[in-house]
């Protein structure tokens, strides 16, 4: 056999398998990440929100939800980009959360507990790539709307000097 076909087999070989592994372990490894990452940022936005104005927001009410967790005033007077959801905000649309796979979010709410969660990659709930605010960790969103308050009133004691 030629040297120039064994390389270009080994080349196809090697080309083949990398492909598989991106498609079939990297990509669902990544989209699972995402997903129970904006589960927690959805657990956390609306939770700081319910803290803050002593009710859930209004999931039944598409414009109402809208402006309750994405209209959020600084010190200032100006609007924190994001609101409750800071960087997240493409992920709701009509009153209706979506997941990473662009599925619809369940959204339950007893009484002061509120859980969100996904059916995952399959999109069927009850098996086991589901994800809920339960399982999901808090990542940095408090922290992150906590400092763009900050920097909002620095911004406004400054303007007062």
Not at 63 to 77: M, N, P, S, T, W
Request: aromatic fraction near 8%; charge should be neutral; glycine fraction near 10%.
């Amino acid at each position: 056999m030629k040297p120039w076909l064994i390389t270009l087999l080994v080349i196809i070989g090697c080309a083949g398998s990398l492909t598989w592994l991106i498609t079939q372990k990297i990509i669902p490894s990544f989209l699972a990440k995402a997903n129970e990452e904006l589960v927690a940022d959805w657990h956390a936005g609306l939770s700081e929100c319910r803290q803050e104005t002593g009710s859930w927001p209004d999931l039944a009410d598409p414009v109402k939800f809208g402006e309750q967790v994405y209209i959020v005033l600084g010190a200032d007077g100006r609007r924190i980009p994001g609101g409750y959801m800071h960087g997240r905000p493409s992920s709701h649309r009509d009153g209706v959360l979506y997941d990473v796979y662009q599925q619809p979010l369940r959204v339950t709410q007893e009484g002061e507990k509120l859980l969100i969660a996904s059916a995952g990659a399959n999109q069927v709930f009850g098996d086991g790539d589901d994800v809920t605010s339960d399982q999901a960790k808090d990542r940095y969103h408090p922290s992150t709307l906590a400092k763009a308050r900050a920097e909002a009133e620095a911004r406004a004691a400054k303007r007062k000097k």
